[in-house]
């Protein structure tokens, strides 16, 4: 079209093109019709370019919002089924996780290569200002960026990971995954929104991939990273210090001992308070905190020993902590509901538990969800200790209910699975329908089988 006619020539002729470009309405008509796995937004910019030397520009933009309105319409969605998810997984071989801060900056990022095992074989985290680690296969080099010092371990003796053997929690997720709700919204993205228990998250899967773009508030891509992501650089003014096997003995400085006296005395502290000596336990705690002060379940289980030995306020401070650091996770706000609680501020312990008690409920029917809880609860199961039955989960996890909400269903650890499921529908009716809770302390509690 001539550039230099008038507005309404350009129109008229405008107006012909849209009338005599029989195809692209044919286009149009099938896309609607057909269903794909690729985002639609990216199949109407895909419909548009082939078209484009035909239309005008205004005619592209009145089509494209009358394609995106049929297209979003719920009816025409595609049914998602968790086993998609599981397939889509099959193909991925990097992680990319993002977290950010409530401004918006990012707080935490991490780069995974999967192995064909399943299993993690590379790994790069950064937490800003200060943390940095990179395994590149053999070695884990620690960087202490205010330190200008490079710590080398061998990847068998120091490893970082953000799970273990994703094989298990995908099939966690096929067994026990819930879809919450289909074609919603994740920002701009059409997604479905899925309950993971053994991630303690809920998760939104991407309606076109369908795998996942956000766990619990982190948020996930699949791309290919730089090549230099998982390369072990040293900077020149770095002082490097090779813990590994065969290198030459170092002296180490002083913070460097005092960051492995600190993860010595991490695991005295989980012992001592698994045998209920809260005070020793504390003490520990605190100097690991000092040392360490992003060890979030050091500050989790100080907020216990806090909160065992009445000192509610600081449990309070502890729990928070956690939350700052990791966002809301259901058994630290549990802990930090009876903290608030016992000290009298009603509202915000009711606030703590509202995002505790979906996972407490679900947890009576797929005891996968209580397993952060009971982490939280046994500090020794971090070194191996002896995991709990799914009677011992539930058991405990009435017992929670119990305390934090005042109400009492007759569940019996030894009774028969219909009898047990009169208790357990009370509990969810409740969960449902009234939602009143009264913290009792004091509750009577079950006997753990």
Same mark, same amino acid.
């Given at each position: 079209?001539?550039? %230099? ?13 849209? *009338? ?16 794909? /796995? ?37 009816? !025409? ?49 950064? /937490? ?60 701009? !993205? ?18 076109? /991939? ?7 508030? /982190? ?22 210090? *090779? ?26 502290? #989980? ?8 005070? %020793? ?105 002896? #995991? ?11 017992? #929670? !209910? #119990? ?47």
């Amino acid at each position: 079209m001539d550039t %230099q006619k008038p507005i309404e020539e350009k129109l008229k002729e405008l107006g012909q093109a849209i *009338d005599s470009d029989e195809s692209f309405v044919k286009d149009v008509v099938n896309h609607i019709q057909t269903k794909s /796995t690729a985002r639609p937004k990216y199949k109407i910019r895909r419909m548009i370019m082939i078209h484009f030397t035909k239309l005008a520009a205004a005619a592209v933009i009145i089509i494209a919002a009358l394609i995106s309105l049929t297209i979003f319409d719920g009816s !025409l969605q595609e049914a998602y089924a968790i086993e998609q998810t599981i397939e889509a997984f099959k193909n991925v071989r990097f992680l990319h996780l993002t977290s950010f801060d409530e401004d918006g900056a990012v707080d935490d990022e991490r780069w995974i290569e999967i192995g064909a095992h399943g299993r993690q074989v590379r790994y790069r985290q950064q /937490t800003p200002p200060n943390f940095l680690v990179i395994e590149d296969g053999t070695t884990t080099a620690v960087y202490y960026k205010d330190k200008k010092t490079i710590v080398l371990y061998s990847n068998k003796d120091k490893q970082y990971q953000w799970i273990g053997d994703l094989g298990e929690f995908l099939e966690n997720l096929r067994q026990e995954g819930q879809i919450i709700e289909e074609n919603t919204d994740y920002y701009s !993205l059409k997604a479905h929104k899925v309950l993971w228990p053994m991630m303690n998250a809920e998760c939104y899967i991407d309606a076109g /991939t369908k795998l996942p773009i956000s766990i619990g508030g /982190t948020e996930l891509s699949y791309e290919q990273p730089p090549e230099e992501i998982f390369e072990i650089v040293t900077p020149q003014d770095y002082v490097v210090i *090779d813990k590994r096997l065969g290198a030459a003995a170092v002296d180490e400085p002083e913070w460097l001992l005092e960051e492995k006296n600190a993860d010595v005395l991490f695991r005295q502290a #989980r012992y001592s308070l698994a045998a209920g000596d809260y005070e %020793q336990a504390a003490e520990l705690f605190e100097y690991v905190v000092e040392i360490q002060p992003r060890r979030n379940w050091a500050w989790f289980w100080l907020g216990d020993c806090y909160y065992e030995l009445e000192r509610y306020d600081l449990a309070i401070q502890s729990y928070s902590k956690v939350i700052e650091m990791m966002g809301v996770v259901p058994y630290c706000c549990y802990g930090r509901s009876l903290a608030y609680a016992q000290q009298g501020e009603v509202k915000m312990a009711a606030k703590d538990l509202a995002e505790a008690l979906p996972w407490m409920i679900q947890a009576l029917r797929e005891p996968t969800a209580a397993a952060m809880f009971e982490y939280a609860d046994d500090p020794t199961l971090r070194d191996g200790g002896k #995991r709990p039955t799914e009677k011992q989960i539930i058991v405990r996890m009435i017992n #929670r !209910l #119990r305390i934090a909400t005042g109400q009492n269903f007759n569940y019996v650890p030894d009774a028969g699975v219909e009898e047990n499921e009169q208790a357990v529908s009370s509990w969810e009716n409740w969960f449902e329908n009234s939602g009143q809770i009264q913290f009792s302390p004091e509750a009577e509690l079950l006997p753990t089988p």
